[in-house]
């Protein structure tokens, strides 16, 4: 399986897109204020719109990934190729910007000649740094499907100002999809090192090497903080879903042998439950399901080809991408399985709260 199906399993994030495909888009885990939705669509383009997907306004083309910072006014995007603000093309090749939400205004944070390339942004949930992936090379080495070969990035952290770019660790390559503790004090990352996947937990700006959370003899990837900070999510050895204490302690596989787990993670505001998307192929019922965080128990919401769902702050109501039905589009499910609404019928993509 390529590891554009392994980096499915987001962080916290929210689906919503307003074409078809889905980008990657990741969300802060620290609480704060979220009005409205980020609509990040499969060919780049960048909208805002109300909670329950109304009035979208477009920002942006050209954008890769994305992520809201804590309070929710200002967003970070990643450009391969060339951002366009309604759609003025401004020649500019791989980089970060921030993105004032309330005023439309966008400016660089991090030059081509710093990085040369930039994925998977992450706001810290202390609303001042941000986490990402950079380095030499073409298209998104998380996407190739190559076994790690071409990985050649590694993560770096920079103020949301634009100083103070710093490596994260002292590894030359080879690290990819930070995730931020819900403190702020660690950053989880996916590590490709000696044929391996692994995930790893660092701490930003000390000399101590980063710690392997993720068993041995498991391919993971995606890691995934629980809100409380004590565990960690992540997807291994193609589609299963493992759980592990934040200090590498107690791992446990949550999706069951049925289960072929993809499309997205989410955990429930408590962090007792996670809401996961099962494609069936392995047998079990395609869908949205909300699983025990300790792998005890399931329970299948939907039974369609359902994806990327993801718990709204409240608790309240899990979205969700539907496909292959008449009115494609993203909708919404009560934690228990009642009250199924659509939020934007006839759209398909990969939502996140701002």
């Known amino acids: 399986m390529s ?16 074409l078809t495909g889905l980008a990657h888009v990741s ?31 477009r920002l942006a083309s050209g954008v890769t990934a994305a992520d809201s910072s804590p309070r929710g006014d200002r967003i970070v995007i990643a450009s391969r190729g060339g951002l366009r603000l309604a759609y003025a093309d401004t020649g500019r090749g791989h980089e970060l910007w921030t993105f004032q939400t309330a005023s439309a205004t966008c400016r660089t944070i991090a030059c081509p000649e710093a990085v040369t390339a930039a994925y998977d942004p ?14 030499a090379g073409t298209g998104d080495p998380a996407g190739r499907g190559d076994g790690g070969a071409s990985w050649r990035t590694k993560i770096f952290t920079i103020s949301s100002g634009g100083t103070g770019l710093t490596p994260l660790t002292a590894a030359p390559s080879g690290e990819a999809e930070p995730a931020w ?9 996916t590590s490709f090192s000696d044929g391996e996947f692994s995930i790893l937990v660092a701490t930003p700006g ?17 890691p995934v903080w629980s809100p409380t900070g004590g565990h960690v999510a992540f997807l291994g050895n193609g589609c299963n879903l493992y759980v592990v204490n934040a200090d590498g ?9 049925s289960m072929c787990v993809r499309g997205g993670v989410s955990w429930s505001p408590d962090g007792s439950l996670l809401a996961l998307a099962s494609s069936g192929a392995r047998g079990g019922g395609a869908g949205i399901y909300v699983a025990a965080a300790d792998g005890s128990s399931h329970r299948q919401l939907t039974s369609e080809d359902d ?9 309240s109501s899990i979205a969700f991408v539907r496909t292959g039905v008449a009115h494609d589009g993203v909708y919404a499910i009560s934690p228990d399985g009642g009250s199924l609404r659509a939020i934007a019928e006839n759209h398909v993509g990969t939502p996140f709260w701002t």
């Open 3 to 18: 590891f554009e199906v392994l980096r499915k399993v987001r962080r916290a994030a929210l689906a919503l897109s307003m």
């Open 27 to 57: 969300v802060s885990t620290a609480a704060g204020p979220r009005n409205g939705l980020g609509l990040l669509t499969g060919n780049g383009e960048l909208f805002i719109a109300g909670r329950d997907g109304s009035d979208p306004r």
């Open 122 to 135: 992450a706001w810290s949930p202390t609303d001042d740094r941000i986490a990402f992936a950079a380095g």
């Open 181 to 189: 503790s819900p403190d702020g004090s660690s950053i989880a990352f």
């Open 206 to 222: 000390s000399a101590t090497p980063p710690g392997r959370v993720s068993p041995a003899g498991i391919m993971a990837s995606a």
């Open 249 to 257: 302690s107690e791992s446990r596989q949550v999706s069951n042998e």
């Open 307 to 315: 994806s990327a769902p993801s718990w709204s702050p409240d608790g």
